[in-house]
Every structure is written in structure tokens, then in C-alpha cells.
């Protein structure tokens, strides 16, 4: 059977791509330049260079493209496709999120607009910054803190915490500059442009993401995963799973996904969804139908077994089976993102070694001596990363922490 499906894959890491490979369906790619690679060519029937956030090419391309393999489904494996990759199942009739549940999760505005009109207890306030008065109007009406971010961007990317109305002058001028250019701080984000920004109120407590699949409508949460962040900027640390969370609050944490996942309308595939557990109970921060990022995917293989990116070709493909319901656990995972202040890079050393270990899934630096180390501000200044297999989440944040700052050296004199 494996060989009469065909799937229009859009972005996507080349790892992903192998394991959507190894389900066995003809694999047509549209992949961005700057992430083609020599494993994806040739793992792939048939390979298109191409901007796939730009629908005025991914349209009339994927419409011929049809004509010649007849896939069965798109999946979108990359942010910057999941858009575009609905909207084209919905045109050809290949089921899947519909369009406008794919806007509403990919604009955080419209995702709590849609949450309000429906008087979902998962939301709080927010609106969008129209001009200058708007800042002001909010924090008077909502308080402080409050925060304001891009409507659409990712990873951290323009997220702002405003303390009080004296900060409100700095952060209307830096809207102003991140209007202005198109995003530069990593490769993810260049596919995006912040132009629109949406200003929320704080949610407070700790952090978490669950990693869900969805199938035709029944949500099964296969982890619920432990963020860690600071409260000073908006890059995450590091992440672990499982959660150490009580039964109690993990159960409220899975309920309220799947509420939430209802609420906006998503039927199947994967979702990320980041929630904080508030004084009111768990409050959602944002949601994406795609699989987490910064390697979350990679933390469920190793914990759970269960390889999310190849659920999310092989599903609506036919080519694999539906999750039970609250899967179990064989091990605990966790990654830790190498940080260090600011500085010009002298040396990098001990990466090898770490990334050796049998007990270690990846280590990576993406620093070389003579690179400048930015201020901490979101995600794309992050150096690198170790990421863990333990027996429990304990013993995985404990190596995970250790290797990240006593082993890997990344050593640096004062710009």
C-alpha cells in the first residue's frame, strides 16, 4: 500500500524527511533554499526550490504539481508552511486543517479573538497595537505587566514584557523598528516579516507545552513537557519531559488542551500548545499544528517512542495506526541551550566528546572563534545545545545542566 501514496511534503529538517521516507509513500518536497540538503535529494521523488510562504508560487506550482503525482495529502513540516499547506489540502479537497483553523493558530491575535467570541475560560485579554494610545489604553485597562508580541512570528522573536507606563515610550520605538526590517536573527525567522503586533495580559506561572496528535477529532496528548525560562527575556533555556508535574495538575493541564484544540477547530495531525498553570487554573499562551520546535520531537521519540513527524505524514496518508490514548513513558529527556554573556568567541571546546556519549541524542555549537555572542533577547541568540536520555526527568535535567556547563567550553574575551 506504502507505494501507491504520495505526499506534497513543505519544508522540513532533513531528519524529518527520512522518516517520512521510511513510511514508504512517494515523497514530492518544496524545500527553501538555504535548507536543501544532499540526504533530502535523495530520499525524495521529486524536489522544487521554493519560497513556501509565498503562496502567489506555492499555489500554481502545487496545482501543477498535482496534475503529475496526484498526492493524497500536504503536510507541512516547517512554520512557515502549515498555512499554506491547509490552504491547499482545503483547495484540492485533501481534507485535513481546514484554512482558517491554520490562520487562527498561526495569528495570535485572531487565536484569542476566537477563544473570547467563544468565552473560553483558557484565554485572557488582548488586542491588537493600533498606534500609540493603544499601549497606553491597555496598560490602564488590563495592568502591568502586560505583554506585547509579533502576531505571527516565532521562537521569541519581538516578545516584550512591559513593566509599567514608564516603559511604554521605549517600546512603542522599538515596534517601530521591528516594522521596519525584516527579521534577521536566524534562518527561521527570515521567512517571516513582524508587522503586526498583538498586546496581551500577563500570565503567570510555571510553564509547560504539550505535545498533542490529533485524530479526526479525538485529542491524544502524548507529553506534556517542562519549559524553562526566565522571566528577563524571552528565550527559552531548555525544555524535559515527562513534566514533574502531580496527577492532578497534569490531568487539568491534558483537559485543557484538549478543550482548547476543540475550541479552535483543529481535527488531526500534531499541536504544540504552551500553557502556563496560572492562579486560575491552566491559561494558554499560544498554539501551533505542527510538532514543538527546538528539538521537542526529537525528547518524544526518546521518551515516549513515538515519532511525531512521521505521524504527521503517515496519518493523513493512511500509513499508520491511531495513538492510544495517554501513552506511557519508557524514559525521560530533556535539552539544555548552551547561553554565555556577551563576548567574541576565543575557543570552543568538548563537543565532540559530549555529543559521543551514549547517553546523549545531540550536542551542538553553532559558534566558531571570532563570532560575536549577543545580548540574551529570544531564541536566535542561543549558542547551542545538549540534549539528554535518562531514566527519569531528574537524572535528565541533572546531566543535561552538567554537560551544558561544566563540559562543552565555549570561551570568550569582552567585545
Given amino acids: 500500500m506504502t507505494g501507491d501514496r504520495t505526499v506534497l511534503l513543505i519544508g522540513g529538517t532533513g531528519t524529518q524527511v527520512e522518516r517520512a521516507a521510511q513510511l514508504g509513500p512517494r515523497i514530492v518536497l518544496f524545500q527553501h533554499q538555504g535548507r536543501i540538503g544532499p540526504a533530502q535529494t535523495g530520499l525524495v521523488d521529486a524536489l522544487m526550490m521554493v519560497d513556501y510562504t509565498d503562496w502567489r508560487t506555492v499555489g500554481p506550482l502545487a496545482e501543477a504539481a498535482h496534475e503529475i503525482w496526484g498526492f493524497d495529502a500536504v503536510v507541512a513540516l516547517a512554520e512557515g508552511g502549515l498555512v499554506n499547506a491547509a490552504r491547499l489540502n482545503t483547495l484540492l479537497g485533501l481534507g485535513g486543517t481546514p484554512y482558517e483553523v491554520s490562520v487562527r493558530l498561526r495569528n495570535k491575535h485572531l487565536m484569542r479573538r476566537h477563544l473570547a467570541e467563544r468565552g473560553s475560560r483558557l484565554t485572557v485579554p488582548g488586542e491588537p497595537v493600533t498606534d500609540r494610545a493603544s499601549l497606553d489604553a491597555f496598560g490602564a485597562r488590563v495592568g502591568y505587566p502586560f505583554i506585547v508580541k509579533p502576531t505571527d512570528a516565532t521562537a521569541g522573536f519581538g516578545v516584550t514584557r512591559v513593566n509599567g507606563a514608564g516603559e511604554l515610550a521605549g517600546v512603542w520605538h522599538r515596534l517601530g523598528q521591528l516594522r521596519s526590517t525584516r527579521t534577521d536573527r536566524g534562518f527561521g525567522s527570515k521567512l517571516f ?79 504544540h500548545t504552551e500553557i502556563r498553570l496560572s492562579r486560575r487554573g491552566p491559561m494558554v499562551i499560544e498554539s501551533h499544528n505542527r510538532a514543538g520546535g527546538d528539538h521537542i520531537d526529537e525528547l518524544v521519540r526518546a521518551a515516549y517512542g513515538i515519532d511525531l513527524a512521521a505521524y504527521a505524514v503517515g496519518w493523513p496518508t493512511g500509513l499508520v495506526a491511531e495513538l492510544p490514548d495517554d501513552p506511557r513513558p519508557v524514559a525521560a529527556a530533556s535539552i539544555r541551550f548552551l547561553m554565555r554573556a556577551p563576548g567574541i568567541v576565543t575557543a570552543v571546546k568538548g563537543v565532540e566528546d559530549v555529543a559521543a556519549r551514549p547517553d546523549v541524542l545531540a550536542a551542538e555549537v553553532r559558534v566558531r572563534p571570532g563570532d560575536v555572542v549577543r545580548p540574551l533577547r529570544d531564541n536566535w541568540d542561543r549558542l547551542g545545545f545538549v540534549a539528554v536520555r535518562a531514566a527519569d526527568t531528574d537524572a535528565a535535567v541533572e546531566l543535561c545542566e552538567r554537560l551544558a556547563a561544566e563540559d562543552i567550553r565555549i570561551d570568550l574575551t569582552d567585545l
Fill in 193 to 271: 516579516t513582524a508587522r503586526d503586533f498583538l498586546m496581551e495580559a500577563y500570565i503567570d506561572g510555571p510553564e509547560f507545552s504539550v505535545e498533542a496528535f490529533s485524530f479526526t477529532g479525538r485529542h491524544v496528548v502524548v507529553a506534556v513537557t517542562e519549559k524553562l525560562v526566565d522571566e528577563a527575556h524571552s528565550a527559552e533555556l531548555g525544555h524535559a519531559l515527562p513534566a514533574r508535574l502531580t496527577l492532578a495538575d497534569r490531568t487539568q493541564i491534558a483537559a485543557a488542551t484538549r478543550e482548547f484544540l476543540t475550541t479552535m477547530g483543529l481535527t488531526d495531525g500534531p499541536s
